[in-house]
């Protein structure tokens, strides 16, 4: 089992709808959350990080953290072509250290 | 300000032989990291520095893969003797502390390494 795990897609959804990207994890000593957002060709930036159990908004986006059932997601409010991208989950156990899971290919269709 | 920045953007070599990339974090960044990101794949953590020291090596591959940081600031990732299956993106990344759970990694636009 890997230790951060997504579907690799691609997922398609569009333009206007709702976009939900999943991510389980395995360790159950994980503390932080991150979603970042990865461009073709282009270097992972992020989006935004969550640590406790809930929801946290920053403008169309909200990330939702179960640490019971070991999942986080990202839901994306009135997808555009520009949010079409890869988004990768990474967790981290409250050092330094990232995983990373392989990454949601994300389309969204004017 | 500047973000990081790597160079080269490109390398093309051949098997066997050595390659060096470059690394210059955000200013004032202590943490810096390597990852590699092959094609369809996450990142994939290499190493790990706080300040000159590598504090955590233990994603290197192999001992044909070593990385400095001499004054803290700027990292060289050397690979000896490349393979084939070295090709992919290096990646570099550098945040603040490294230590909070909660610091945030901002990411280099990376190297893509072919070896043919």
């Known amino acids: 089992q890997k230790e951060v795990e997504q579907n690799s897609g691609p997922l398609s959804v569009p333009e206007g709808a709702i976009a939900s990207l999943n991510c389980t994890y395995s360790d159950r000593g994980s503390q932080s959350f991150f979603w970042y957002r990865q461009y073709s060709g282009k270097s992972p930036e992020l989006i935004m990080f969550?640590?406790?159990?809930g929801d946290k908004e920053d403008g169309r986006f909200t990330a939702q953290l179960n640490k019971a059932s070991q999942y986080v997601s990202l839901l994306i409010r009135d997808s555009q072509p520009s949010d079409s991208a890869t988004y990768l989950c990474?967790?981290?156990?409250?050092?330094?250290?990232?995983?990373f899971g392989t990454g949601t290919r994300l389309k969204v269709l004017a | 300000g500047a973000g990081v920045s790597q160079t080269p953007s490109n390398k093309v070599t051949e098997k066997g032989k050595y390659v060096e990339l470059r690394c210059d974090p955000i200013s004032g960044h202590t943490a810096l990291y390597w990852y590699r990101q092959s094609l369809g794949q996450g990142p994939e953590f290499l190493i790990y520095?706080?300040?000159?020291?590598?504090?955590?090596d233990s994603g290197l591959p192999n001992d044909r893969f070593f990385a400095v940081r001499p004054e803290g600031s700027v990292s060289t990732l050397k690979i000896q003797r490349t393979e084939r299956g070295d090709s992919a993106v290096y990646l570099c990344a550098s945040s603040l502390k490294g230590g909070p759970s909660t610091d945030t990694q901002y990411f280099g636009p990376g190297t893509r390494l072919t070896v043919l």
């Open positions: 520095f706080q300040g000159t020291g590598a504090a955590d």
């Open positions: 969550i640590y406790s159990n």
């Open positions: 990474a967790v981290n156990r409250g050092t330094y250290k990232y995983i």
